[in-house]
């Protein structure tokens, strides 16, 4: 929310001041920030007073370090609880060992959801939420994949407004409903051949974390010259369908662990290869994040194996999930309007 509406330039400084980079996760920065200023946009668009006083933080270090910090600050300043996961990183190969010891650390942390609940644990209603979970989260896999249809009928932009509830509400009926209408919605669209373009020139893979203060100006940019963003690493993290109520532990460490974010390059170039074959991509433009490590890809040299392995145009742009201040509007739509000419050249090549 700080992103999408322009505020978290604002708050950033703040944490800043209190010996947070302004190089680290700008989610994490603009958060802290923003509760330093005692304002929360939680307020201005859901009318709560404050930030809700937690009863116990939990969070999972398969994406990021920083996460940890984040909720560390949290913890510190609610005087509450907090635990963590901290699976196994940059795998080619999520193994029985590693499994084994996130279960280990799953079930390490349930005196502390007992005590802060005050409910003993119950594997039923734990089935019940994996149940729900793996319910939404392959609604929101066949929701994603109706963008396999040319023209597609939903592009990055629009997944990264409708994934909200894949992130905040897994585990609920009101997710699972929520996708029934959308995936719905979306299949009407193929039926009726109606695609966010009337011309589907090209079909684009957008790598990383989303400009969350751009997504209009790119998404028009796009828009206006016929390409379609069909598909995206970022829309793609919510999908986790190892989910299995049968075997709720094992089911759900998996998921978690062998997500593309927590893996290695040899694993994510394996992800990008059916990612390219499925929704049949033209090139691939990498968010080179300037507060995300964690989720920028051009690092180690993806964007020149696929190249050379695939024969895949890719480009590189600078920019920022949330601080705007990294990002050149200019630069950016010359360097993607080039690069969509050349995928032309090499169309008309082939
Ligand atoms: S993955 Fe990146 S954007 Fe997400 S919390 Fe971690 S550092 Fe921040």
Not at 138 to 149: M, N
Not at 228 to 251: K, L, M, R
Request: proline letters at 4%.
């Amino acid at each position: 929310m700080l992103g999408a509406t322009h505020k978290a330039v604002d708050y950033i400084p703040m944490a800043v001041k209190c010996g947070y980079s302004s190089h680290i996760c700008s989610y994490t920065t603009s958060d802290i920030g923003a509760y330093l200023s005692n304002e929360t946009p939680l307020s201005t668009h859901y009318g709560l007073a404050t930030i809700p006083q937690p009863d116990l933080i939990v969070y999972n270090t398969n994406q990021c370090r920083e996460v940890e910090d984040w909720f560390s600050f949290f913890a510190k300043q609610f005087n509450c609880p907090i635990v963590g996961i901290h699976p196994p990183r940059h795998l080619d190969y999520v193994g029985k060992a590693e499994i084994e010891l996130v279960i280990k650390q799953f079930k390490e942390i349930l005196p502390a959801c007992e005590q802060s609940s005050g409910n003993k644990f119950d594997i039923d209603r734990f089935r019940e939420a994996v149940k729900l979970s793996r319910e939404a989260t392959v609604l929101w896999q066949k929701v994603l994949q109706t963008a396999k249809a040319s023209p597609a009928p939903i592009t990055f932009f629009d997944g990264t407004i409708h994934m909200g509830p894949i992130v905040v509400l897994r585990g609920t009926q009101t997710a699972v409903d929520y996708y029934k209408i959308l995936l719905q919605e979306m299949e009407n669209h193929i039926f009726g051949n109606i695609g966010c373009l009337k011309d589907e020139e090209y079909r684009i893979f957008w790598d990383g974390m989303p400009i969350w203060g751009k997504l209009r100006m790119l998404s028009d940019l796009f828009l206006q010259n016929n390409a379609a963003v069909v598909a995206s690493t970022y829309c793609n993290s919510w999908i986790f369908d190892d989910f299995d109520e049968s075997n709720p532990f094992e089911s759900t460490a998996l998921a978690y662990t062998k997500i593309f974010i927590n893996r290695s390059e040899k694993a994510k170039t394996e992800f990008f290869k059916q990612w390219m074959l499925d929704y049949n991509i033209d090139g691939v433009i990498f968010h080179d994040s300037k507060t995300c490590f964690n989720n920028s890809n051009a690092k180690f040299g993806l964007p020149q194996r696929l190249n050379e392995e695939f024969g895949l145009p890719t480009l590189v742009i600078e920019g920022d999930l949330c601080d705007t201040r990294f990002f050149s509007e200019g630069q950016s739509i010359t360097k993607i309007e080039t690069f969509l000419e050349q995928i032309e050249g090499q169309k008309a090549y082939t």
